[in-house]
């Protein structure tokens, strides 16, 4: 069965300053990787996706998050966060051919 | 906005009262997916349909059930409520010519928050 792992259920962090928000997951066959964000009283946001070629995404709004197959971590990473980056963010993993499943969630709380 | 649209926004209910939730797929999405997001379960999987048909289901309970119409959008009815049901329940759709196969993005509507009383 494939699971999602998201480390960190709080990071705390202040602006401008670097964050890297964890996720790991577990699966026997190849998976499709997201990161979703979720501002407050909204619905989910796509940040990135990883589907096959370049083990380091980009996404929107700076953030970007790299495969590594070895140790089956995607990890979203952003150099210089804003207050506005407050929220929640979820990674989700999807084996081909089957449905999304997603981690726990990780809020970050950007402070001024 | 993502395209998705969710209605209703907010409804309050009472236990062992039936609901139905309804969404809107964008614009030639064919494939629509529900999931329920509470402070203890976390963003659960629920079910999905393509195309008028059911793909896969997840974690959905035998008192909910869900239906996609001719025109696309989907209805997921809730019955036999319960306090544990209170959660947001959130709709998704995925591009046409997916052809229900999973890589494709997800668009996510601003859900509907169900409260239980």
């Known amino acids: 069965a494939q699971s999602v792992t998201q480390l960190d259920s709080q990071v705390p962090v202040f602006e401008e300053a670097p964050v890297e928000l964890r996720c790991n997951y577990s699966?026997?066959?190849?998976?499709?990787l997201f990161w979703y964000v979720q501002y407050p009283n909204q619905g989910l946001q796509l940040l990135l996706k990883y589907l096959s070629g370049s083990t380091l995404v980009k996404g929107i709004n700076g953030f970007e998050a790299e495969f590594n197959k070895s140790q089956t971590s995607f990890h979203l990473r952003k150099p210089s966060v804003h207050i506005s980056d407050t929220a929640e963010y979820f990674c989700?993993?999807?084996?081909?051919?089957?449905?999304?499943?997603f981690g726990s969630g990780t809020r970050l709380s950007v402070k001024p | 906005d993502s395209g998705v649209t969710q209605t209703p926004k907010h409804l309050i209910t009472a236990t062992g009262q039936r609901v139905t939730l309804r969404c809107s797929p964008r614009s030639g999405d064919l494939s629509v997916y529900w999931y329920q997001q509470s402070l203890d379960q976390g963003l659960q999987f629920l079910i999905q349909y393509y195309n008028g048909e059911e793909r896969a289901k997840g974690n959905i309970l035998e008192r909910f059930s869900a239906q996609q119409f001719p025109d696309l959008h989907s209805e997921l009815n809730l019955s036999s409520l319960e306090l544990g049901d209170s959660a947001l329940y959130f709709c998704a759709s995925s591009p046409k010519g997916s052809g229900g196969s999973i890589g494709n993005e997800q668009f996510f509507g601003p859900g509907t928050r169900l409260t239980v009383l």
């Open positions: 989700a993993v999807t084996p081909w051919g089957s449905t999304f499943i």
């Open positions: 699966s026997s066959v190849s998976v499709y």
